[in-house]
């Protein structure tokens, strides 16, 4: 940088005269001038993102279908990428910050609803949706889950639904909300919420399957290793790392990341 540069970059973030300035004055300075030339970067890429994100929507528009426009598997795949090249110290800060980004992208395309059922622990259940689905999601809390498991089937938004809170809405997923898929979890290794929607079943992240059948959490002598998450009256709720087919006869509804 040149000096006449120099002087009106200290200028910009120091109102203060060059020669009035100390050298660590000069040098914080020129650090605050090399942060605002990165945002300008940042803000030129982000806007240049969007305006990609919204042809992508309108791409996903061309053969209509009847599944809401989230692609967890792609998203895993690009966060899974984006983490891989990220320092270890700063993988929880890109994490959040590019759940972000997507989810601005998203809303280009249609500003995603979401709605949220959590009786026992609320605040933890929205945290971990607004993590998931970013702040450009429309966010609101319901009293009903199998009212929102309904508004989901419609294609409205989604729903992240908590389990064992009560209410077993998850049986819904075998019988009436067989359209639904679950394709997220919140709550740490053992879930303690749930995020259903129209999601294509191809679309659906590749992690641990969720089993929606009549049995123990420990199988059905199918050799399949579970891990409960609720049961009600027979029905069991649980997870396996089995690869099985989503509505295939072992009851799989979807899978987690």
Do not use: Y
């Not at 605050?32 to 945002?39: A, G, M, N, Q, V």
């Not at 601005?104 to 609803?113: D, F, I, V, Y």
């Not at 123990?216 to 409960?228: M, Q, T, V, W």
């Amino acid at each position: 940088m040149t000096t006449s540069r120099t002087q009106a970059a200290l200028q910009q973030v120091w109102p203060a005269a060059p020669q009035e300035l100390s050298a660590e004055q000069m040098a914080l300075a020129a650090l605050r001038h090399e942060i605002d030339e990165l945002d300008d970067q940042l803000l030129a890429l982000f806007e240049r993102r969007l305006a990609i994100a919204a042809k992508v929507g309108k791409a996903k528009d061309a053969p209509s279908g009847p599944h809401v426009k989230l692609r967890p598997d792609r998203e895993q795949t690009v966060l899974d990428r984006v983490l891989s090249q990220a320092e270890p110290d700063n993988r929880e800060a890109v994490e959040s910050l590019w759940r972000q980004i997507v989810g601005w992208g998203l809303a280009r395309q249609g500003r995603m609803k979401v709605q949220v059922w959590s009786p026992v622990e609320p605040t933890r259940a929205f945290d971990g949706a607004r993590l998931r689905f970013g702040a450009a999601a429309d966010m609101r809390a319901v009293r009903d889950p199998q009212a929102a498991l309904a508004w989901a089937a419609e294609g409205h938004g989604v729903a992240v639904l908590a389990v064992n809170a009560g209410d077993p809405w998850w049986i819904g997923l075998r019988r009436d909300w067989s359209m639904l898929s679950v394709f997220d979890g919140f709550g740490g290794d053992t879930p303690t919420a749930l995020a259903v929607g129209k999601i294509d079943p191809a679309a659906l992240p590749n992690g641990r399957r969720v089993i929606v059948d009549v049995g123990g959490d420990a199988g059905d002598g199918s050799g399949i290793r579970r891990r409960g998450l609720d049961t009600h009256h027979g029905w069991t709720l649980s997870l396996t790392d089995a690869a099985l087919p989503v509505g295939g006869d072992e009851g799989c509804v979807g899978s987690i990341g």
